[in-house]
């Protein structure tokens, strides 16, 4: 899945994925998932029959789109159906394949725990993200001890609790950025009371700016 502009979030029972416009997220063979779009998105979407996806993971992915591999899906779109696999087209299908090789890039992944507890923690989150998510009120909402909820978040999701609010803030930023919510509404959605603290924070975890991150990606 692959969109020119606005976002893509990717929801399986492994997680969410937000995906940016010039990165292309992976979907392994019968992986039953959902997908969002915030924004004005032009989607493209390959299909591959699983004999020739033999060296894609198993498992989703968020891979980087390179301007050659951009313009390969692009020329993909135009191609029949059922193409002479020794012609030009065919040609053009087995390059495409080679640039797929996934080159993973840090991703705006959010990993859904097993235990119902939590996964019903996550779900509040994310409903409501800008709420202050402290342990004590994290550990009163999961019915466990502030220890507890630290020791089995953190088993559970391989991020602190503290990380896996931050990312949600994130995903959500990036939802609502895409649809073209300015920086100041988005601040106050999740949950910062400035729109230089947000931003500072957005930095910090994506190496630039809200308003430009749709274009360094």
């Given at each position: 899945?692959?969109?020119?502009?606005?976002?893509i979030?990717?929801?399986?029972?492994?997680g969410?994925?937000?995906?940016p416009?010039?990165?292309?997220?992976?979907?392994?063979?019968?992986?039953t998932?959902?997908?969002?779009?915030?924004?004005?998105?032009?989607?493209?979407?390959l299909?591959?029959?699983p004999?020739a996806?033999?060296?894609?993971?198993d498992?989703p992915?968020?891979v980087?789109?390179s301007?050659?591999l951009?313009?390969?899906?692009?020329?993909?779109?135009?191609?029949?159906?059922?193409?002479?696999?020794?012609?030009?087209?065919?040609?053009?299908?087995a390059?495409?394949?080679r640039?797929?090789?996934?080159?993973p890039?840090?991703?705006?992944?959010?990993?859904?725990?097993?235990s119902?507890?939590?996964?019903?923690?996550?779900?509040?989150?994310?409903?409501?993200?800008?709420d202050?998510?402290t342990?004590?009120?994290?550990?009163?909402f999961?019915?466990?001890?502030?220890r507890s909820?630290?020791r089995?978040f953190?088993?559970?999701?391989?991020?602190?609790?503290?990380?896996?609010v931050?990312?949600a803030?994130?995903?959500?930023?990036v939802t609502?950025?895409?649809?073209?919510?300015?920086?100041?509404?988005?601040?106050?959605?999740?949950g910062?009371?400035?729109?230089?603290a947000f931003?500072a924070?957005?930095?910090?975890?994506l190496?630039?700016?809200?308003?430009?991150?749709?274009a360094?990606?």
């Open positions: 899945m692959y969109g020119t502009t606005g976002a979030t990717v929801v399986t029972g492994h969410t994925w937000v995906v416009a010039t990165r292309g997220a992976w979907v392994p063979p019968r992986l998932h959902e997908m969002r779009c915030a924004g004005p998105v032009a989607m493209r979407t299909y591959l029959d004999a996806a033999v060296e894609l993971p498992v992915t968020v980087s789109v301007p050659l951009r313009e390969l899906i692009d020329e993909a779109t135009r191609l029949p159906v059922e193409y002479e696999a020794e012609g030009r087209d065919g040609h053009v299908m390059l495409l394949l640039e797929l090789t996934p080159h890039v840090a991703a705006l992944h959010l990993p859904a725990p097993d119902p507890r939590l996964a019903a923690l996550c779900d509040a989150v994310r409903r409501s993200p800008a202050p998510w342990t004590g009120r994290a550990a009163a999961a019915h466990l001890s502030p909820l630290q089995d953190s088993a559970a999701t391989g991020m602190s609790l503290a990380r896996w931050q990312q803030r994130l995903v959500h930023a609502l950025l895409a649809r073209g919510s300015s920086v100041t509404a988005v601040a106050g959605a999740v910062y009371a400035t729109p230089s931003t924070m957005f930095r910090r975890a190496g630039t700016t809200p308003r430009d991150y749709f360094a990606t």
